[in-house]
């Protein structure tokens, strides 16, 4: 998808500046008693080469500091402000091309006051217009995104609903706590504590299906301490979590997703029981967060049924944060799987 992105930027690209060039040789044809003339259309070739290039060092730079993100009354003054240099930039490497191919022989005539501020307002034009056939391209393409998450995200939340809720887990779960409840009557009221908060959040998205990083800790350390009353001994949990995670915010019941199925087809299948870590990291503004478990994966998939969770997982990040994110599924080595999440700050919806 990214090298089709490309190879139409570059189409459209050449074919715009190259119409530019025909244009223009086509006017200087009609308006000269001379009819075509060589050094005219190399001129006006040479100079849509010219735009083409500065326009495209301008594409990198918006990219670079994220434009397309910024709101309509920030990017217009943004835009008309750079329209205006990058026009006094090209009229001024307009020059040498001028004299090199014989279309300006007087020195004057080039640095004339009218002259510079007539072209370099008409050529602010014709980068403005650029400009707005770029940010409009991408602002269809986002809203395009928007569509298809939304009519995604009904179709996701249900099979993540049916990941989540199984029977199985609700059925252990109640099970758990049917034993503590005459052993110990403290633990079961908090156990039941626990599945009430998986149970509601499992059914409370957020409309933009984000939550805050902490508000998903919880659920997933809710989680876990319930499987540890069925597991006992059996499962360890480990936590290392960097300060700086409070301020992301990741699609809700994600992690917890990707704990249950460490569980699930990991530790479950164990007879020795394991453990299960989660870690995050936050570098460059990109929150990273690991979940190891104890087991293997069998030619690069769990053992078993792996469930709607990780094609879920999948689809939610691409739809949220397009190619900026990253899901990987791998053996650590022999005694553990690393599955790990890279996401960054905002998603492309937001």
Do not use: C
């Amino acid at each position: 998808m990214v090298d089709n992105k490309k190879r139409l930027y570059w189409i459209l690209q050449i074919s715009g500046w190259a119409s530019y060039a025909i244009l223009q040789t086509l006017i200087s044809v009609m308006a000269s008693e001379q009819g075509f003339g060589w050094r005219r259309t190399i001129f006006f070739i040479a100079e849509a080469s010219l735009f083409l290039f500065i326009t495209h060092i301008f594409r990198l730079y918006l990219k670079r500091r994220k434009w397309i993100r910024l709101s309509i009354p920030r990017l217009i003054p943004r835009v008309l402000l750079a329209s205006g240099l990058l026009a006094v930039v090209a009229y001024f490497f307009r020059i040498p091309l001028g004299f090199i191919t014989g279309r300006t022989t007087i020195m004057d005539t080039a640095f004339n006051p009218d002259q510079v501020l007539g072209l370099s307002i008409v050529y602010m034009v014709f980068f403005f217009l650029w400009s707005v056939f770029y940010f409009t391209y991408h602002f269809i393409e986002q809203y395009n995104k928007s569509l298809k998450y939304e009519a995604s995200m009904v179709e996701i939340e249900l099979n993540n609903l049916k990941s989540q809720l199984n029977p199985h887990f609700i059925f252990n779960a109640l099970n758990s706590i049917r034993a503590l409840v005459d052993e110990n009557p403290k633990k079961s009221k908090q156990a039941i504590n626990q599945l009430s908060n998986i149970l509601r959040n499992s059914l409370a998205y957020e409309k933009k299906g984000l939550t805050k990083f902490e508000d998903e800790l919880r659920i997933v350390k809710d989680y876990l301490s319930l499987e540890s009353v069925r597991f006992e001994e059996r499962l360890k949990t480990d936590f290392s979590i960097h300060p700086d995670s409070a301020g992301f915010r990741v699609p809700p019941l994600m992690i917890q997703t990707l704990v249950e199925n460490g569980v699930k087809h990991g530790i479950s299948k164990l007879t020795e029981g394991g453990v299960v870590q989660l870690r995050t990291f936050v570098e460059d503004n990109r929150l990273r967060i690991q979940i190891r478990n104890s087991g293997q994966l069998v030619n690069g998939v769990r053992k078993g049924k792996a469930g709607l969770g990780i094609a879920n997982t999948v689809q939610r990040l691409k739809l949220l944060y397009g190619d900026d994110a990253s899901f990987r599924m791998v053996n650590e080595n022999d005694s553990f799987v690393l599955t790990e999440i890279v996401i960054p700050q905002n998603p492309h919806t937001a």
